[in-house]
């Protein structure tokens, strides 16, 4: 059974994938990790080619849509030691397609499919509970700690949406920002973050939106647990209706 | 009176209007505007009653000429009374909406002077949001009963979903509760927008430029145990509104008592077990090819307090089991306690590369504490075969001990496709 390693980044991920894909007579067969260079580490090294890597997603997406989206949710997770079954995942959409997907009963399409369908899941509950701010200069920000690195395919969310705004999201964990203005979408990390002065109304829609929050609720239905498991507590740090709780 | 406060009145108003949907509807929105729709529908919030916040729920006034007795709106109930002007409402949606507190408006309101007269104030934001601020939200408009056509067919062509409230399950107790309101004058606009729906679709096909007419479909809404409706009736009625008028959604809304009469029932609780059930029922005839017979009959038209309706079927009808894993098809696998849309659509799809043995189900995620008694897996069964009906009803009603049957209540319904 041959073991191949990869630099660690998701390019050499996807690859290192396409290059087993196309060298190895079963690629079910063969293991991919990430290269720790340590002493008695096994294994060859295949390097990382960005072409081949966009390539690979090409083809996917041309061969099984479905299967990509999934590829592309999975690595929004950025899951480590992942890798065989994401490779065997690959290898098994070139071969079935999009029904790959129904395939949950081997182990690799499963593990791949779960953390797809989390990265996902949290991805459509953020484009709700993303919460923007009006700054002084008339611009909006938001800011998140997303489990999963979710700020590119939420930002072209808001770009659809929120077009005619000047806004910032900004992915507090990991220091990364994403940038609307004028029909452009541009993504940074900032280094140093400072939180500029809110617009003078700002906090007089914040209290209007916490009044509606509280009224629209049915007294007589009070159900704390149904809000918690709807609402993980996680996400209330930036909910405007949750602060001051 | 300021916004703030006229916003606590006229959104505790309107909180007890069930529906919340802001899916159905695919719309780009204006290039130069603000906003859009998602099919699938987008919750921004949940409030503390559990229930997702998506539209800004709010009345456009509730000074109501009606004295409906199970409504707070009530023209002889004494509560504040508030008015938003068009602008209040169009700011406060596009304020709410750039800061993404929320998907849209959802617009409704009492009868102020006469339902043409409030129906045509409500159109007016509608017209205002979507033309002067070529908004691209969600827009939910309640039709006013009674009110004209060309209103009905005006709210059509501005908002996303619209909707009559249909409001008590029959005409005597409307007679007796909202002596107001009539049958025809709720029925009349439902099938004016179920046809309008109907010609715009076959219009859109020929023109994608031509008018979208309610995109999101139009659904209504009924309250619960304010009248002595059985559950058998209730569900016939929506089983009709879903056949013959074309409906999205039936809403069930549990009746809170909101002020004492003696018309009303007098409740320890809102019924909200009973609400559940309903609801589940509904899932049945909508999604999983129930009808309203199979599920209830005259001589028990009322649903299963301790089993939901699919189960309390399955226990009626021991002819139909076991399921054979490896061989029925997608409609056989819908009427098995505890499989549902997701599961069915699984099983399917994972058969076509190999058998799928008991193991495998789990790993597939089906859960099978309930399915377990009326399944085989390449013919084997999980339970001790041939077990009788009252049997197995003791058994799931001590397997299922462990949550008091309140408890199953947090589990809110999800559309199925909402999350693949």
Not at chain 1, 217 to 241: F, G, T
Not at chain 2, 226 to 247: C, T, V
Not at chain 2, 311 to 321: C, G, M, N, Q, S
Request: glycine share 6%.
């Amino acid at each position: 059974m041959n073991r191949y390693l990869y630099d660690g980044t998701a390019d050499g991920l996807l690859s290192s994938i396409a290059w087993i894909l196309e060298e190895e007579p079963d690629p079910e067969k063969v293991t991919l990790a990430k290269r720790m260079d340590t002493l008695f580490e096994e294994g060859f090294t295949i390097g990382t080619d960005a072409t081949l890597a966009e390539s690979l997603f090409f083809r996917l997406k041309q061969h099984a849509p479905d299967a990509a989206h999934t590829l592309y949710s999975f690595m929004l997770a950025e899951k480590e030691g992942m890798e065989t079954s994401l490779l065997h995942y690959v290898s098994l959409a070139f071969k079935h397609g999009d029904k790959v997907k129904g395939y949950l009963t081997h182990p690799a399409v499963r593990d791949i499919v779960n953390v797809a369908q989390k990265a996902g899941r949290e991805l459509h509950r953020m484009k709700g509970l993303l919460r923007f701010e009006k700054l002084q200069d008339g611009a909006y920000l938001a800011k998140m700690e997303p489990d999963y690195n979710i700020i590119h395919p939420l930002a072209d969310h808001f770009s659809r949406r929120l077009r005619a705004q000047h806004w910032f999201l900004y992915d507090v964990k990991r220091r990364m920002a994403a940038r609307w203005n004028n029909g452009t979408l541009q993504f940074g990390t900032i280094e140093q973050f400072t939180t500029p002065a809110l617009s003078e109304d700002e906090k007089k829609v914040q209290a209007l939106w916490q009044a509606f929050f509280k009224t629209i609720a049915i007294p007589d239905r009070k159900n704390p647990r149904l809000q918690k498991s709807n609402m993980p507590m996680k996400y209330w740090k930036y909910l405007v209706e949750k602060q001051g709780e | 009176m300021d916004t703030l406060a006229k916003l606590q009145i006229l959104s505790g108003a309107a909180r007890y209007d069930a529906s919340c949907a802001s899916s159905g509807s695919k719309r780009e929105g204006p290039s130069s505007g603000t906003g859009n729709t998602s099919s699938s529908g987008i919750c921004h919030s949940w409030a503390d009653d559990g229930r997702c916040i998506s539209l800004l729920k709010i009345l456009l006034s509730n000074d109501c000429i009606y004295d409906c007795a199970y409504c707070v709106n009530r023209s002889t109930n004494p509560v504040e009374r508030a008015s938003f002007t068009a602008r209040e409402v169009i700011d406060l949606t596009l304020d709410f909406y750039r800061r993404n507190y929320i998907e849209g408006l959802f617009l409704s309101s009492a009868v102020m002077q006469s339902p043409d007269q409030t129906m045509e104030r409500m159109v007016r934001v509608a017209e205002a949001l979507r033309t002067e601020e070529q908004f691209g939200g969600y827009i939910h408009m309640k039709i006013i009963p009674g009110c004209s056509s060309d209103l009905v067919r005006k709210a059509g062509l501005y908002a996303d979903r619209i909707s009559v409230n249909i409001e008590l399950p029959s005409q005597a107790s409307l007679q007796r509760l909202a002596p107001q309101k009539h049958k025809h004058a709720i029925l009349e606009p439902m099938a004016l927008i179920g046809r309008e729906i109907a010609t715009s679709l076959v219009e859109r096909k020929a023109s994608c430029r031509a008018p979208r007419f309610a995109p999101a479909g139009q659904s209504t809404q009924m309250i619960i145990g304010a009248s002595p409706e059985n559950d058998f009736q209730i569900l016939r009625l929506s089983q009709g509104l879903y056949k013959k008028m074309n409906l999205k959604r039936v809403y069930y809304s549990a009746y809170v008592p909101v002020i004492a009469d003696n018309r009303l029932p007098v409740l320890a609780a809102p019924p909200l077990l009973r609400e559940h059930r309903l609801y589940q029922a509904d899932w049945l005839l909508r999604f999983y090819g129930f009808s309203a017979e199979e599920i209830l009959s005259d001589d028990a038209p009322h649903l299963d307090e301790s089993f939901d309706p699919k189960t309390a079927w399955a226990l009626r009808h021991p002819e139909f089991f076991p399921v054979e894993i490896n061989g029925a098809d997608y409609a056989t696998l819908l009427r098995v306690p505890g499989i549902g849309v997701l599961s069915a659509k699984r099983i399917v799809a994972a058969r076509r590369f190999s058998r799928i043995t008991p193991d495998g189900l789990k790993k597939i995620g089906v859960v099978i504490k309930r399915a377990k008694y009326f399944i085989t897996c390449s013919g084997r069964s999980f339970e001790k075969p041939d077990q009788p009906p009252a049997l197995i009803r003791q058994r799931l009603l001590l397997g299922e001990s462990s949550e008091a049957p309140m408890s199953i209540l947090p589990k809110q319904l999800v559309l199925p496709g909402l999350i693949a």
